[in-house]
Antibody, heavy 125, light 109 residues
Framework: QVQLQQWGAGLLKPSETLSLTCAVY????????WSWIRQPPGKGLEWIGE???????NYNPSLKSRVTISVDTSKNQFSLKLSSVTAADTAVYYC???????????????????WGKGTTVTVSS | SSELTQDPAVSVALGQTVRITCQGD??????ASWYQQKPGQAPVLVIY???NRPSGIPDRFSGSSSGNTASLTITGAQAEDEADYYC????????????FGGGTKLTVL
């Protein structure tokens, strides 16, 4: 059974860089999209971006200028860096495993089936 | 703003059937996935693909799709189904971005 364990600093000052890491246990690292999602207090889910095992990334355009997602396949880990944080970046950050593909009837599918427990990140001076 | 639109809140009487909908252009080519989130917990996938349930998800949860609208149906809602529900898919840009709906708060009366 695949499990994701995430960690990183929980309290940052404005202008600092957020850094989180997610380790994948119990399953294959290749063939999936490894995503970061965040949820500000009392608000909905926001997709931040993803990386695959070969290092190909996709980022939310609204965060792209500040986000870097990287992968270390030797450790089955992937990481998130978000630069120049402000109070608006205060949120619970989740890592998740994504899967995507095409069906035989002309539709595509995309879903995230395994999630980390979340890391609360607070940005405050 | 979200490219997937959900009603903010829906209520259902205990044991009755409720449908939660999600609209967006990307749903004309992507099946929506659905997530249940209870307070203080990580989201849990409940429906993916055309109408697939991960192991452990009760069969009272089902999914369907028509045009630009995806639906999550709970047949015989239970008290433990009270939660926030989010839909998700790739977006309509073709750039392999992902997007979530704004979420629907389900209240079981």
């Amino acid at each position: 059974q695949v499990q994701l364990q995430q960690w990183g600093a929980g309290l940052l000052k404005p202008s600092e860089t957020l850094s989180l890491t997610c380790a994948v246990y119990g399953g294959s690292f290749s063939g999936y999209y490894w995503s970061w999602i965040r949820q500000p207090p009392g608000k909905g889910l926001e997709w931040i971006g993803e990386i695959n095992h070969s290092g190909s990334t996709n980022y939310n355009p609204s965060l792209k200028s500040r986000v870097t997602i990287s992968v270390d396949t030797s450790k089955n880990q992937f990481s998130l860096k978000l630069s120049s944080v402000t109070a608006a970046d205060t949120a619970v950050y989740y890592c998740a495993r994504g899967d995507a593909g095409a069906t035989t009837v002309g539709y595509y599918y995309y879903y995230m089936d395994v999630w980390g427990k979340g890391t609360t990140v607070t940005v405050s001076s | 703003s979200s490219e997937l639109t959900q009603d903010p809140a829906v209520s259902v009487a205990l044991g009755q059937t409720v449908r939660i909908t999600c609209q967006g252009d990307s749903l004309r080519s992507y099946y929506a996935s659905w997530y249940q989130q209870k307070p203080g917990q990580a989201p849990v996938l409940v429906i993916y693909g055309k109408n697939n349930r991960p192991s452990g998800i009760p069969d009272r949860f089902s999914g369907s799709s028509s045009g630009n609208t995806a639906s999550l149906t709970i047949t015989g809602a239970q008290a433990e189904d009270e939660a926030d529900y989010y839909c998700n898919s790739r977006d309509s840009s073709g750039n392999h971005l992902a997007v979530f709906g704004g979420g629907t708060k389900l209240t079981v009366l």
